[in-house]
């Protein structure tokens, strides 16, 4: 057999493992024909398989491409801002002023341009995207052959491209119907959070992500103050509160989830939803750290995002997996508390699965070209990761240190 392309002595997750037993399968190999993998497996298989080109892996990891659960892309011109602030201040007094100044559809096609250039630099090949303006920057990710999730958002105050609040619900509505059957880019509804949307904002807005079969994105309960101002105003946890307005469901994503008691968590696996956690952006802000432990050990769909560049300040996936396995051994104290192959887990796998891709991640082995992205990125870096013609492939250079550098 004769294939275009072959990847020796690699390690990477097992293809075959079922949900939560994913181990770290060693000296495999991956053959890539007509910029699909037409097979996984251990050295042992492909002792007949030849190939046009082949790259010698050297025991390093190779991973499917990464998907970054959640970001601003646009907020890459926002990048650097205004440091050392609580999200509300950050908010009201830097970040909201500033994008009622400068966001306009080019800006949000070329800063998503940046975006997707420095995602897909460090392995990233799926994005989910919240923002305004949103028609542009899946514009962006659809010319650079990035796969998107795209979320058009609901506020309740003027945002850039939609001046009069009344019409965010027909404005997200427009988007849906412009995005729907592409082949890279599926359209979703983000409302911004409980803070800054009225329960009848909330309550539209997941109807029509309903009624589109679009994922709904939520922040909520990012920060104590968010979760304090939701109890105080309307006698809930913010995660109790969107729950007696019928939000939560398997089609909707709640981002940051880091102020949650027991309840919370139990309303969450009960209902199906899925969380991105953000650990650098909490970090950032000092919002507080999510619950990773005992979100996963409720079995709830978690997957991991950088959010905006403005909070991170960097769209790297590889670091962010970095940071996260860090804090939460710290948080709880334990080295083990939160393993590397869960991790993975969350940036590939179960990243998918929060967002519906799970079908377009990894391999069987068994060729089915459908199930592999086939954009048109390509992008070789010999220090940071090594793109496989446009099979949904990164290998990051991880080393011993377990981190691309
Ligand atoms: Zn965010």
């Given at each position: 057999?004769?294939?275009?392309?072959?990847?020796?002595?690699?390690?990477?997750?097992?293809?075959?493992?079922?949900?939560?037993?994913?181990?770290?399968?060693?000296?495999?190999?991956?053959?890539?024909?007509?910029?699909s993998?037409?097979?996984?497996?251990?050295?042992?298989?492909?002792?007949?398989?030849?190939?046009?080109?082949?790259?010698?892996?050297?025991?390093?990891?190779?991973?499917?491409?990464?998907?970054?659960?959640?970001?601003?892309?646009?907020?890459?011109?926002?990048?650097?801002?205004?440091?050392?602030?609580?999200?509300?201040?950050?908010?009201?007094?830097?970040?909201?002023?500033?994008?009622?100044?400068?966001?306009?559809?080019?800006?949000v096609?070329?800063?998503?341009?940046l975006?997707?250039?420095?995602?897909?630099?460090?392995?990233?090949?799926?994005?989910?995207?919240?923002?305004?303006?949103?028609?542009?920057a899946?514009?962006a990710?659809?010319?650079?052959?990035?796969?998107?999730?795209?979320?058009?958002?609901?506020?309740?105050?003027?945002?850039?491209?939609?001046?009069?609040?009344?019409?965010?619900?027909?404005?997200?509505?427009?988007?849906?119907?412009q995005?729907?059957?592409?082949?890279?880019?599926?359209?979703?509804?983000?409302?911004?959070?409980?803070?800054?949307?009225?329960?009848?904002?909330?309550?539209?807005?997941?109807?029509?992500?309903?009624?589109?079969?679009?994922?709904?994105?939520?922040?909520?309960?990012?920060?104590?103050?968010?979760?304090?101002m939701?109890?105080?105003?309307?006698?809930?946890?913010p995660?109790?509160?969107?729950?007696?307005?019928?939000?939560?469901?398997?089609?909707?994503?709640?981002?940051?989830?880091?102020?949650?008691?027991?309840q919370?968590?139990?309303?969450?696996?009960?209902?199906?939803?899925?969380?991105?956690v953000?650990?650098?952006?909490?970090?950032?802000?000092?919002?507080?750290?999510?619950?990773?432990?005992?979100?996963?050990?409720?079995?709830?769909?978690?997957?991991?995002?950088?959010?905006?560049?403005?909070?991170?300040?960097?769209l790297?996936?590889?670091?962010?997996?970095?940071?996260?396995?860090?804090?939460?051994?710290?948080?709880?104290?334990?080295?083990?508390?939160?393993?590397?192959?869960?991790?993975?887990?969350?940036?590939?796998?179960?990243?998918?699965?929060?967002?519906?891709?799970?079908?377009?991640?990894?391999?069987?082995?068994?060729?089915e070209?459908?199930?592999?992205?086939?954009?048109?990125?390509?992008?070789?870096?010999?220090?940071t990761?090594?793109?496989?013609?446009?099979?949904?492939?990164?290998c990051?250079?991880?080393?011993?240190?377990?981190?691309?550098?």
């Amino acid at each position: 057999m004769k294939t275009d392309f072959l990847l020796t002595d690699i390690c990477l997750p097992d293809p075959s493992g079922d949900a939560g037993d994913y181990p770290i399968k060693t000296n495999y190999c991956i053959a890539v024909q007509e910029e699909s993998i037409c097979h996984i497996g251990p050295a042992s298989e492909f002792n007949t398989i030849e190939a046009k080109n082949v790259i010698n892996g050297h025991g390093q990891l190779a991973l499917p491409g990464l998907i970054n659960g959640h970001c601003h892309a646009p907020m890459t011109l926002f990048r650097g801002l205004a440091d050392d602030l609580s999200l509300a201040d950050w908010l009201n007094e830097h970040i909201f002023p500033a994008e009622a100044k400068h966001v306009t559809p080019d800006m949000v096609y070329w800063c998503s341009k940046l975006a997707a250039a420095e995602m897909i630099l460090s392995g990233t090949t799926t994005v989910a995207d919240s923002y305004f303006h949103e028609h542009h920057a899946a514009r962006a990710f659809a010319d650079v052959g990035l796969r998107a999730v795209v979320a058009q958002g609901v506020i309740d105050f003027p945002a850039p491209g939609v001046p009069d609040p009344q019409e965010k619900i027909n404005h997200a509505a427009e988007f849906l119907s412009q995005w729907r059957d592409h082949p890279l880019v599926s359209p979703a509804v983000f409302a911004h959070s409980p803070y800054t949307c009225s329960s009848e904002t909330l309550v539209a807005a997941k109807e029509l992500a309903r009624s589109e079969n679009a994922l709904f994105f939520i922040h909520v309960a990012e920060t104590e103050q968010e979760a304090e101002m939701i109890q105080g105003r309307l006698g809930d946890s913010p995660v109790r509160h969107i729950h007696k307005l019928g939000i939560l469901d398997s089609e909707t994503v709640c981002i940051h989830a880091v102020w949650l008691d027991e309840q919370d968590l139990d309303i969450l696996a009960e209902t199906g939803v899925a969380v991105v956690v953000c650990p650098q952006s909490n970090l950032k802000l000092a919002s507080g750290t999510a619950p990773l432990q005992a979100l996963l050990a409720r079995g709830i769909r978690v997957g991991i995002g950088t959010d905006g560049a403005a909070s991170n300040n960097r769209l790297d996936l590889i670091q962010e997996m970095d940071i996260c396995a860090k804090l939460h051994k710290l948080r709880n104290l334990d080295p083990v508390a939160v393993p590397v192959d869960k991790i993975i887990n969350m940036a590939t796998r179960d990243g998918a699965s929060v967002l519906g891709l799970q079908k377009k991640n990894w391999a069987t082995g068994g060729g089915e070209k459908s199930r592999y992205y086939s954009g048109q990125s390509r992008c070789t870096s010999s220090s940071t990761c090594a793109w496989l013609g446009s099979a949904d492939l990164c290998c990051p250079r991880v080393g011993h240190s377990n981190r691309a550098d």
